[in-house]
């Protein structure tokens, strides 16, 4: 018989393991005292948080409704440990330490001109979003069916709204070196709209 815990992580619950709370708190602990410098550090927190909410998300079934130490060291492996990140800046920028995420098809909000379908194709495919607006501009001039098929594409990809599917739309692997790029990204873009 094992002792559980209902935490609150990235704004789910769940049930976890007394084992496997003591291994994530001192895991979130070391990255807090990593991040601890850093100005924005709780921002980094909450999407690391974010993210291994959503990995315990996909361990629970309807028949296994506990995280266990398992799944907290699973987590773990695929996030990360602060002091690899460490190690890792100093030699490389972090491309070539973990291996390339899955790619995911999102709009990109950061990009968009009318409603981020063209900006996430690009970022999707590794093209420049200029090109998707010409073919899709073409397909318009063309009878219309450019118009139609982005209707389509609107309804039907999801918008990255978090951190996490902003890293995944450009086929990186949301780990907390990732993150902590994306979120600084983000701060200094914030930063140069606030100066102009």
């Not at 907290?72 to 972090?94: F, H, K, L, W, Y």
């Not at 995944?168 to 907390?176: A, F, K, S, Y």
Request: one cysteine or more; aromatic letters at 8%; a neutral charge.
């Amino acid at each position: 018989m094992k002792l559980t815990v209902s935490i609150n992580l990235g704004g789910y619950s769940f049930n976890i393991d007394e084992d496997a709370y003591v291994e994530l708190k001192r895991y979130l602990k070391s990255l807090e005292r990593h991040f601890a410098g850093d100005e924005n550090c709780s921002e980094i927190l909450s999407d690391i948080e974010a993210r291994i909410s959503e990995i315990f998300k996909t361990r629970i079934t309807a028949f296994r409704q506990v995280i266990s130490i398992e799944d907290v060291m699973q987590a773990i492996s695929v996030m990360g440990m602060p002091e690899d990140i460490s190690d890792n800046e100093q030699r490389t920028s972090g491309r070539k330490f973990w291996p390339s995420g899955s790619r995911r098809m999102y709009r990109d909000p950061d990009n968009r001109i009318i409603g981020g379908v063209c900006a996430g194709i690009g970022a999707c495919w590794s093209i420049d979003p200029v090109i998707v607006r010409i073919v899709f501009v073409l397909l318009m001039l063309g009878g219309g069916l450019g118009a139609l098929i982005y209707i389509i594409l609107y309804m039907v990809i999801p918008e990255a709204r978090t951190t996490a599917q902003k890293i995944e739309m450009h086929g990186e692997p949301v780990n907390i070196h990732n993150i902590k790029n994306a979120v600084k990204k983000e701060f200094d873009a914030m930063r140069k709209k606030m100066n102009l």
